[in-house]
């Protein structure tokens, strides 16, 4: 259980202030003795730091955190690192972090402390990647994640952090394989969407990949999906055919695309609406929308208008509104005999007389 090593998994914080925590803070793992300052270097620092200077707006709060060369004034250090992290010090930022997480020098509030380690984080700072999965680890600013804990501790530990380290050995015998799987396809997100990282889509690759290799459902879908966004269909058709060979509708969907396009493979309409069929079967929205065009248009399969209504409707039902927008437009032209026609291929769950009163009347209803 995570509560039982609650207190094994604490943040990185700076030397003086884990001596004055005592047991709510762990020893530093981050950075070495300081040096004393004389006053002739605070003078120059203090000149730089008015200046502007982010590097030295960062060594002045360290001096007043430590009380090296300045009294020691934590308030003081909290407005040198606030300075420094605003244009952007990865290190202050972190610095800043520990202060509000403590409470020490700032009102203490966790979730702007969270907020400072994410900013640091994306930078690629190791010691606040660590403090950020704690953060998630523990529940606390944040709400508990431990996927995401694990993911931070994972990209911790790679940056090289003692603790990162040790803390996703732990993850990995609390969470097993299925954990490190939803942590890398996590960080791959991360890459992906550029959100909490930077956007790097070889990054992004390598760590779906991790998963993919290892079994992951996720990881293979992501791999397909990734290459399959960004036209390296060579790529991607392999991982979408692997993904189809475990049943999952994504890997359907993908190699219906790319058959229907050519991409990667010699276009072919019969066998792209064949994987569409599957995907769509197996509850892809993503399927049932090229489905319903190519039934409607006899693309790979007998024109069918009442088929592609039935698949739009059904694909409207899951919350496209794009499908519901279609359906209604297919149900508007519709002969009477086609009507007909279309209620005889629902499935057993519709109930066929609402259809047609839910496609007139209530075109924002979505299914529950």
């Known amino acids: ?15 003086d202030l884990a001596a004055g925590s005592q047991q709510t803070a762990p020893e530093a793992v981050a950075g070495s003795a300081v040096a004393k300052l004389s006053s002739d270097e605070i003078s120059d620092l203090r000149k730089k730091a008015d200046s ?89 600013g944040v709400s508990t994640n ?11 530990s790679e940056a090289g952090n ?4 040790d803390a ?9 394989i299925s954990g490190f799987n939803g942590a890398c396809f996590a960080i791959g997100q991360m890459y992906e969407k550029g959100e909490d990282l930077p956007k790097n889509l070889q990054l992004a690759a390598a760590w779906y990949r991790k998963a993919a290799e290892r079994g992951s459902a996720e990881g293979t879908i992501g791999l397909a999906a990734l290459y399959l966004n960004t036209g390296d269909y060579g790529q991607a058709r392999p991982w979408c055919e692997a993904a ?20 990667g493979v010699d276009a072919n309409l019969k066998e792209a609406f064949g994987w569409y069929e599957q995907g769509a079967r197996g509850g892809s929205v993503a399927s049932m929308l090229p489905l319903a065009r190519m039934y409607e248009n006899g693309e790979g399969t007998k024109l069918d208008r009442g088929q592609a209504f039935v698949w739009f409707f059904i694909a409207a039902r899951r919350g496209n509104q794009d499908a519901l927008a279609e359906a209604k437009r297919i149900r508007s032209s519709m002969t009477e005999k086609e009507w007909k026609d279309a209620q005889k291929k629902f499935p057993f769950t519709f109930d066929k007389k609402q259809v047609d009163s839910i496609i007139r009347g209530a075109s924002s209803q979505t299914a529950p």
């Open 52 to 140: 502007g200077d982010a590097a030295a707006q960062y060594a002045l709060g360290r001096a007043y955190e430590h009380g090296n060369g300045v009294p020691l004034r934590v308030d003081q250090a909290a407005i040198w690192y606030r300075k420094a992290a605003e244009q952007g010090n990865e290190k202050a930022q972190n610095s800043l972090a520990v202060l509000y997480w403590f409470g020490e020098g700032v009102e203490r509030d966790k979730t702007e402390a969270v907020r400072w380690y994410r900013k640091a984080a994306r930078q690629g700072n190791a010691d606040a990647m660590f403090n950020l999965g704690a953060a998630y680890y523990n529940g606390e």
């Open 1 to 15: 259980m995570l509560a039982l090593i609650l207190t094994s998994v604490l943040l990185v914080v700076p030397t």
């Open 244 to 263: 189809a060979k475990e049943k999952l509708p994504g890997g359907y969907y993908c190699l219906g695309h790319l058959y229907q396009h050519g991409w």
């Open 168 to 176: 996703a050995k732990r993850s990995q015998s609390e969470h097993g």
């Open 162 to 165: 003692s603790s990162g380290q």
């Open 146 to 156: 431990d996927i995401l804990a694990y993911a931070w501790f994972l990209l911790s």
